[in-house]
């Protein structure tokens, strides 16, 4: 096995060849992670065989582009070909398996310049699989032939990048690539300059390999360490520690501010039915997040609830005793008046109430009991299960009109409520009369002027199939689950109307957008509805048989009025489960149009990778255009005596000593070459290194001084060298003094002593030797 490793080993070595093989791997392993497709596992052996390929096409130095435009489009198309067709070359069937694709991918072509669709996913696949070939056949044609290993990393992590970026999926993928290509800078620029000086006959250190690999080794182990572990030290996790450590110390100062200095409203709370914040509400979680940002809701437990219904069903983990049920709704307040902008809820009286509330019951239903306990402050909002109709402390109670509850509100901690679910079968409702009274209309049909019509239009299209009130009202539940949701949404603009901003504006959401899209474009159809808030599920307790409700289970819903049986609620949010009642007929999609459009923070993420894409294309034609306009400026110089010696003044500059007219150039040579002795006899480790190099350069310097001299101020025609020597000479000599000048730097920092080393080898050692 030895042997057979030996006998394989690369050029360049394993200690390179093997990173620049994990970086390239890791761009299909990426795009497999993704799943994207199914049967992508294909392309992990086409990215090796390309790198293969690509390296033997680019260390014969003689084959031009011609070859590579021969054999790299050609081999590429038949590897995409078998990966796409799932089969491999040379296997029984495969020619009919390639010749099926083959036909498939012309029925693509055709529905692409005809403006029709296809949906084959092998299409994809065959392209994802010739943009893999093309992009490591650069990194393999930049790194051995150009040996440019920075140029060799940009496409295969540009393209795993992208891909981490569009599917959330493989960002262990990336990091692992990121590591590898900081090993490929490193080595691979090593192996230029070790090439540099072979062939210019410099010496250096024959260990410099494996410290570079050492330290290179340590960069990316930090990089990839900082890479997985950096996001999770975001502001919003601190935050939301900060809150738990201290929200029991805040609770106390609140309270003892508010016993003190009673009259005085804390920043950001508004008195009920003040400040343009819902009528009859109080500012108090969740109502006060309505259409907002980003709704900021922490993992505390504000309420305790315990029911007389039997214990939920066990799930999966017997063993567990806190376990989440997700189909209590917790309703605190409805809102009945849309301004355009947002919600508020009308009250026409209120009244002290305690025991029956005078409320009409539905034809069927089931009678819970639940007792509430707060332990966060709740304001004076009080929850249950739909509407109350009988409470065990004295309360007040907020109407609307005659059975038309709105909320219940107290500062009590503590209360017991009784409430009657309507228990109606999807037949009951889809057979209930659409006669309202004037009362539900005038006041759950309200809708502002300023609703823009494709608002209303689009309400109409979403339910033009439906026959019933119900039907209607399940088509809108059903179009609105299409939208993606989401908590990062920006506050609506202060003069659009927020269902427009919903629908075809950020075309996403969290729940209040949701709910309140379903109203409004319910009561633009005729469909009584209102928005309803509180809170939603919770987690069972069953050691102690109650319900632990969080502040981050704070949600709103849609409630549509149907004769005889009150309030249904609907779920439109997306990342909720839909409640089906019996008798349920399963709706068909495809009578239901598609949302206005991709979410506008996809879009502008695209418009950014775009503009991002097209400003790094810009950035590299002009690096690109500069590297070469530098490098036909360098090729055209003329290397001449005054040139190199004017070099070497400049240096000098750089090391303390600028020229200086009074002295002649032997005289600066010799001045120079004591200052990099004296430099030399102050380092404290290799001092033997620095000493030669020292020796070495001084008498290259006092040789070129001569030179010059007699080129110069001899009256001689010095017989002219060649610009290759030259150019060479003053290579080795810019080493040198550069080093010097690093050597300086690090006795200054350490206090006269200093030397750049690893492991008892001096940099130093890598300066030339003049013969």
């Known amino acids: 096995m030895v042997w057979l490793i030996r006998r394989l080993r690369p050029w360049e070595g394993w200690d390179t060849f093997l990173p620049l093989l994990g970086m390239v791997l890791c761009l299909p392993a990426a795009v497999v992670t993704a799943e994207w497709v199914p049967g992508d596992g294909g392309l992990v052996p086409l990215a090796l065989f390309a790198l293969l390929m690509g390296r033997w096409l680019a260390l014969r130095e003689n084959w031009g582009w011609p070859v590579w435009l021969l054999l790299g489009p050609s081999y590429g198309l038949l590897a995409a070909l078998y990966v796409a067709a799932h089969t491999l070359p040379l296997l029984p ?26 949906d084959d996913p092998d299409i994809f696949l065959f392209y994802t699989a010739l943009l893999c070939w093309g992009a490591i056949l650069l990194v393999a044609w930049a790194f051995y032939r150009r040996r440019r290993p920075l140029l060799a990393l940009l496409p295969s992590i540009t393209l795993t990048a992208l891909t981490v970026f569009y599917s959330r999926q493989g960002v262990g993928w990336l990091v692992c690539q990121l590591a590898c290509g900081i090993l490929l800078l490193a080595l691979g620029n090593l192996i230029h300059t070790r090439l540099v000086w072979e062939a210019t006959g410099v010496d250096y250190a024959s ?55 009673g009259s005085v409203p804390l920043s950001g709370e508004r008195p009920p039915g003040g400040g343009g914040g819902p009528m009859g509400a109080s500012s108090y979680l969740p109502q006060s997040r309505l259409l907002g940002g980003r709704p900021d809701l922490l993992d505390e437990v504000v309420v305790v609830v315990w029911t007389d219904e039997p214990p939920p069903p066990p799930d999966d983990v017997p063993s567990a005793t806190v376990r989440d049920i997700p189909y209590h709704y917790w309703r605190g307040v409805t809102l009945d008046h849309y301004s355009g902008l947002g919600w508020a809820m009308t009250v026409d009286s209120r009244e002290e109430v305690m025991g029956d509330l005078s409320l009409s019951s539905p034809p069927a239903y089931r009678e819970v009991t639940q007792r509430f306990e707060f332990t966060a402050p709740h304001g004076d909002t009080l929850y249950g299960m739909n509407t109350p109709v009988w409470v065990g402390e004295p309360v007040e109670a907020l109407w609307r009109g005659p059975g038309d509850l709105a909320r219940l509100a107290s500062e009590i901690v503590s209360y017991t409520v009784i409430s009657r679910l309507p228990t109606p079968t999807a037949n009951d409702l889809r057979t209930t009369s659409s006669a309202y009274s004037d009362q539900i209309r005038e006041r759950y049909l309200q809708l502002p002027e300023t609703v823009p019509p494709r608002v209303i239009d689009l309400a109409w299209e979403v339910v033009a199939d439906g026959e019933t009130v119900y039907e209607r009202a399940r088509l809108l539940e059903r179009y609105l689950r ?250 080795q000599l810019y080493r040198s003094l550069r080093w010097f000048r690093w050597l300086g730097w690090a006795q200054r920092i350490t206090g006269g002593h200093g030397t750049f080393s690893r492991r008892g080898r001096a940099f130093g050692s890598e300066s030339p030797k003049v013969a």
């Not at 020619?95 to 029709?116: C, I």
């Open 93 to 118: 069937r495969s020619s009919e398996a390639a010749s099926d694709f083959a036909l498939r991918w012309l029925v693509w072509l055709e529905a692409a310049l005809t403006g029709g669709t296809n």
């Open 207 to 261: 260990g410099l390999r494996s410290d570079v690999l050492i330290v290179a080794g340590a960069i990316a182990f930090a990089v990839a360490l900082f890479s997985l572990l950096g996001p999770q030290f975001s502001v919003r996790r601190f935050s939301d520690w900060f809150w738990r450590t201290f929200a029991s110390p805040s609770t106390q100062v609140e309270e003892t501010m508010d016993r003190l200095f």
């Open 482 to 731: 299409a939208y993606p949701y989401s908590l990062e949404v920006e506050r609506p603009p202060e003069d659009r109307d927020v269902t427009d901003y919903f629908l075809f504006g950020v075309r996403e959401g969290y729940c209040d957008y949701y709910a309140t899209a379903f109203v409004v474009m319910a009561r633009a159809v005729g469909i009584p509805a209102r928005l309803a808030s509180g809170y939603l599920g919770g987690q069972y307790d069953s050691s102690s048989g109650v319900y632990l409700v969080r502040q981050n289970r704070a949600h709103s819903w849609p409630e549509v009025y149907f004769p005889g049986w009150g309030w249904i609620g609907f779920e439109p949010t997306a990342a909720r489960a839909v409640t089906e009642l019996p008798e349920e007929v399963p709706l068909s999609e495809d009578v239901l149009p598609r949302p206005t459009g991709p979410p506008a923070r996809v879009v502008r993420r695209r418009w950014r990778v775009i503009g991002l894409g097209l400003a790094t294309l810009v950035g590299v034609g002009l690096t690109a255009t500069l590297w070469l306009h530098y490098h036909r400026r360098k090729n055209a110089l003329v290397v001449t005596l005054p040139l190199v010696w004017s070099r070497v003044g400049r240096d000098g500059t750089r090391l303390g000593l600028p020229p200086d007219p009074a002295l002649t150039p032997r005289e600066y040579a010799v001045m120079l070459a004591a200052e990099l002795c004296a430099r030399a006899e102050r380092a404290r480790r290799w001092q033997g290194h620095w000493m030669g190099m020292a020796e070495r350069s001084g008498g290259v310097l006092e040789h070129l001084a001569a030179l010059y001299t007699l080129h110069t101020y001899g009256g001689k025609q010095v017989e002219a060298m060649d610009r290759t020597a030259l150019q060479g000479i003053w290579e």
